[in-house]
């Protein structure tokens, strides 16, 4: 709008300058003509009628040439118009423009700024998570480290006091298994005191009892001899547990001549702590002649059945049976 009012302002002065000297030139033209007039008005009418059309003419040529000096500076003044138009509209094109790449500018240095804003608070995030987890892990770490050795001092104070406790259970076994031992070996001393004296009595033909022994002499022990196993398992009388424990196994070890001996069926039966066994499987060749007199031997349940073993040859065994009665 500003620009548009010093245009205006600057046409109208144009204008008027143009327009000044033609007003000027035409009243000098008229001064000039009063003299000649009054000189015409002094000649006759006849001469005023002949300068009368020439005059005319004069007046129109002037006057044609006023509009076309007009008319030039009319075209002058709007092309001076037009030019400080073009100059305006060239400089609000031009501001505009400046405008535009300023505008432009600014939001390049907004999104760079904004992007380095970005960029550090991304790192910030990254290294903040970062050593978050390197916290976490460290913490975690510490509490393993102290669950493991928390876990190891318990483990080797359980370990310790199991230890000690089993240490004083085995003595009180031992102690317990010695007392038992010598309780043991007191009552066999009675009962083979006992069976001593009876044998002489139970053993009314020990011609019959010595020929069933010699009897079950095997010739070839490894091929004659059959373990339960082969016997198809052992289904006779099993001593209680009790009984088993107190009186039978290796440790309970005896010689058969001071217990009854009776042949049944042809197979030597003898009598040992309330219970009959009977030799249902030859003995080795190798055995001594009178192994049932002179060696020590006991029964031991072992791979599902009964057998006696001689201390003298610890690699045999014999398949027995029990009996109650």
């Known amino acids: 709008m500003k620009s548009a009012r010093i245009i205006s302002t600057g046409v109208l002065a144009f204008l008027l300058g143009a327009f000044a000297p033609s007003y000027a030139q ?3 033209h008229e001064q000039q003509a009063k003299p000649e007039k009054q000189d015409q008005q002094a000649k006759p009418e006849k001469q005023q009628q002949a300068a009368k059309p020439a005059k005319q003419e004069q007046h129109q040529q ?25 100059e305006a509209k060239g400089q609000q094109e031009q501001q505009q423009k400046q405008q535009q790449q300023a505008k432009a500018a600014n939001q390049h240095e907004q999104q760079q700024a904004k992007g380095q804003q970005e960029q550090q608070q ?13 916290e976490q892990q460290q913490a975690k770490g510490q509490q393993e480290q102290q ?38 070996n007191r009552q066999q001393q009675q009962q083979h ?3 001593a004296n009876r044998s002489s009595q139970q053993h009314p033909h020990p011609a019959e009892q010595q020929a069933a022994w010699q009897g079950h002499r ?60 009977s030799i249902i499987d030859p003995w080795p060749e190798s055995w001594s002649d009178d192994w049932y007199d002179n060696d020590d031997v006991y029964i031991d349940y072992s791979d599902g059945g009964y057998y006696l073993y001689n201390r003298s040859y610890p690699g045999d065994r014999i398949a027995v049976e029990v009996y109650l009665n």
Do not use: L, M, T
């Not at 991304?122 to 390197?134: E, T, Y």
């Open 62 to 86: 002037q006057a044609k040439g006023q509009q076309q000096q007009q008319k030039q500076q009319q075209q002058q003044a709007k092309a001076a118009n037009q030019h400080e138009q073009q």
């Open 218 to 277: 095997a010739h070839n022990w490894q091929s004659e001899h059959r373990d339960w196993q082969q016997r198809g398992g052992y289904h006779g009388y099993r001593i209680p547990d009790d009984r088993y424990r107190g009186h039978f196994g290796r440790d309970h070890w005896f010689r058969i001549y001071s217990y009854p001996v009776v042949v049944v069926g042809g197979f030597p039966r003898f009598q040992y702590d309330g219970f009959w066994f």
């Open 26 to 28: 035409q009243d000098q």
């Open 193 to 195: 005191q006992q069976q």
């Open 122 to 134: 991304k790192q910030q995030q990254q290294q903040a998570k970062a050593a978050n987890q390197h």
């Open 147 to 184: 669950q493991k050795q928390q876990q190891q001092q318990a483990k080797a104070a359980n370990q310790h006091e199991q230890q000690q406790a089993k240490g004083q259970q085995e003595q009180q076994q031992k102690q317990q298994h010695a007392q038992q031992q010598q309780n043991q």
